[in-house]
């Protein structure tokens, strides 16, 4: 059975950064595309970003384009999502989940479509 846990979320000034970390038990990520998603109070969901598993070929949304940053560490069983020049629109609840994203040729791009995905870490951006 597939848990992920996020973690590294937090209260940030606009500007400031953070890196949100999502370990998995039960199952080697290395075998699995890993994306970002999140959800701001009152708003639908966002994807944010995706990894692509063995190729490492990575996906964001515009929005966060040039200041977040995905990367995975098989060996620890762990994705991370550095996220830096923080903005008040980037308050949301965090989540990873497995999928989130599909190749198809040459291109990869953001399906929605997770397997699993954990319980979230909150990200505040607020002064």
């Known amino acids: 059975q597939v848990q992920l846990v996020e973690s590294g979320g937090g209260l940030v000034q606009p500007g400031g950064s953070l890196r949100l970390s999502c370990v998995a038990s039960?199952?080697?990520?290395?075998?699995?595309?890993i994306g970002w998603f999140r959800q701001a109070p009152g708003k639908e969901r966002e994807g944010v970003s995706c990894i692509r598993q063995r190729y490492g070929t990575t996906w964001y949304a515009e929005s966060v384009k040039g200041r977040f940053t995905i990367s995975r560490d098989d060996a620890k069983n762990t994705v991370y999502l550095q996220m830096n020049s923080l903005v008040p629109e980037d308050t949301a609840d965090y989540y990873c989940?497995?999928?989130?994203?599909?190749?198809?040729?040459?291109?990869?791009?953001?399906?929605?479509?997770?397997?699993?995905w954990g319980q979230g870490t909150q990200v505040t951006v607020s002064s």
């Open positions: 039960g199952v080697a990520l290395e075998y699995y595309d």
């Open positions: 989940g497995t999928g989130g994203c599909a190749s198809y040729s040459g291109s990869y791009y953001y399906t929605g479509q997770f397997g699993s």
